[in-house]
């Protein structure tokens, strides 16, 4: 087995970090079929009591899932089966550190970074991380996956990715005409973001040019050839609720919505006026249909108004703070409007503080709101680095993905980003991952392995805290409906402090980084 985690910060990782990212996503074709398997009588909640005469015909994956600060753990058959016959006592025995192994429920995983669990995928939730057995992920192709039990016919299986900020303007686009080739800077990503059923990234550069800059240097316009590349990279939706999507005025920002649009993309989060920037996506895939709202928190690109283009606005700290309760019913009445038509509900905010880790306590306090009125994912953007992760009440909550193609390369960490990985199973999140990304001297993105990646994902689990487990289990739209039937009350939120200056993690002062000249740009 390869886990690809630091071993001597695990143990530290285990006591500021309940969870993060979860299922791995490494598919596999695969070469032999499923196979059957008795669970072991250590793991009790995978063992088959139905009598045999009763038993159903279909079958399930029986999946090892283990704490997330593990990492990606890959598995052979012969050790997938050890651990489920309950064999194997020592994570000496699988390529660890030596080290008691025990097997026990998804729960005791979940907060145990020595603890497995053996269970059916159906047990499985958004907050550990699945093994692949023989490079095959369960939860991403489980008709392929060797180690079986008898359970419900395999479900559809459908996958998302999102990115976080794509700047294809200034210095990147510089590149892009140098080269001759507008789709350099996502080339390397691309076949990997194109896999997914449904892409989704933040746009953060206008596609016209249609009037003055009005953020000087940091005015990021791109030219329209760049639609080149998103289609590689297989993106459906961009958001343009961020604070560059006015960098040109007015007339640029209504340009680039309709770019967009004709590019074969879908627009959401601006737009000529309120109504339409206030207009969620609907996107349907593999009977799925998922609905997307996207607003900006930041500023610079105007407000959208009744006959004035611009952005979905949420005016809360810590720049056009303090937290306005009437922007916010705004956002949550079109989440409870949505969590009746869709099954899977995501709201994109571009908010927070720049260049640091920790996120203000405004955005904890919209995210909650959000997944109270419905929404099943909150994926942030903005600060560019990556922020913690949570799971609130039955919601998964990223509170930034960090950068993904930009020129910022003043600061390591701020060309150091994740993107998201998620799985559903019938409509229902079962696993989401975190795939670290470096962006090098080309400005292109790049999966990073080793030591990096595992550096600075660990600065996202100190970050995420110990409320990333405290979270229920993911509901089902029904449940959702039925309960938000019931209450139909407005969701509490209490009022923000007021604008705060951007502040240093811990983790960030301790790597030793210095502040630049350009590190406290609006950007």
């Known amino acids: 087995m390869l886990i690809e985690r630091t071993l ?38 995978a063992v088959d009591s139905t009598p045999q005469a009763t038993q159903p015909r279909t079958r399930t994956p029986l999946v090892v899932v283990v704490h997330p600060s593990r990492g990606r753990v890959r598995l052979t058959e012969a050790q997938a089966r050890a651990l489920s016959d309950g064999t194997l006592a020592n994570w000496r025995d699988l390529g660890d550190a030596p080290a008691p192994l025990r097997v026990g429920s998804v729960r005791e995983a979940r907060a145990d970074p020595d603890v497995v669990a053996v269970v059916p995928a159906g047990q499985v939730r958004p907050a550990v991380s699945v093994a692949t057995v023989d490079g095959v992920d369960p939860l991403r192709n489980p008709s392929a996956y060797a180690l079986t039990v008898p359970g419900p016919p395999l479900p559809e299986v459908t996958t998302v990715t999102v990115t976080g900020d794509v700047m294809l303007g200034r210095r ?13 800077a996502l080339r390397p990503m691309a076949r990997r973001l194109a896999g997914a059923d449904l892409t989704i990234g933040n746009l953060e550069s206008t596609l016209s040019k249609a009037g003055a800059p009005r953020q000087g240097g940091d005015s990021f316009g791109a030219s329209p050839s760049v639609r080149a590349g998103l289609r590689l990279a297989g993106y459906d939706v961009l958001s343009l609720a961020n604070n560059h999507a006015g960098d040109y005025g007015p007339t640029a920002l209504v340009e680039t919505v309709r770019r967009v649009h004709a590019g074969g993309f879908v627009p959401v989060g601006a737009g000529a006026d309120l109504e339409r920037a206030s207009k969620p996506v609907l996107v349907e895939r593999n009977g799925v249909t998922f609905g997307i709202v996207a607003f900006d928190a930041i500023g610079e690109t105007p407000a959208a ?7 979905l606005r949420v005016r ?20 409870r409007d949505l969590r009746s038509r869709v099954d899977v509900v995501m709201a994109l905010p571009h908010w927070g503080t720049q260049y640091t880790h920790r996120t203000v306590r405004d955005q904890r306090l919209v995210a909650r709101a959000l997944v109270d009125a419905g929404a099943d994912l909150v994926v942030g953007g903005h600060p560019h680095r990556v922020q913690g992760v949570e799971t609130v009440r039955g919601g998964l909550v990223v509170y930034s993905l960090g950068n993904f193609v930009f020129d910022m390369d003043f600061m390591r960490k701020t060309q150091e980003g994740t993107v998201l990985e998620l799985t559903f199973w019938d409509g229902e999140l079962k696993g989401s991952r975190l795939v670290p990304v470096v962006i090098g001297a080309d400005f292109a993105p790049r999966v990073a392995g080793g030591q990096r990646g595992d550096t600075f994902l660990d600065a996202v689990w100190k970050a995420s805290g110990r409320q990333a487990c405290a979270g229920t289990p993911s509901r089902s739209a029904a449940a959702r409906i039925s309960r938000w039937t019931r209450r139909g009350e407005r969701p509490p939120v209490q009022t923000g402090t007021g ?5 240093r993690s811990r983790d960030t002062m301790a790597a030793g980084a210095v502040s630049s000249p350009r590190s406290t740009r609006r950007t």
């Open 499 to 503: 604008p705060g200056a951007p502040t």
């Open 8 to 45: 001597a910060s695990r143990a530290a990782l285990a006591l500021t970090a309940l969870t993060v990212v979860t299922a791995c996503t490494e598919g596999g074709s695969g070469t032999a079929g499923p196979r059957s398997v008795t669970p072991s009588s250590t793991s009790p909640s």
């Open 305 to 311: 108004r009744a006959g004035a283009p611009g952005a």
């Open 172 to 184: 990147v686009g510089d590149r892009l005409a140098a080269t001759a080739d507008p789709s350099a």
């Open 316 to 335: 809360m700290a810590p720049r056009t703070g303090p937290l306005v309760q009437a922007d916010l019913d705004r956002v949550t009445g079109i989440v």
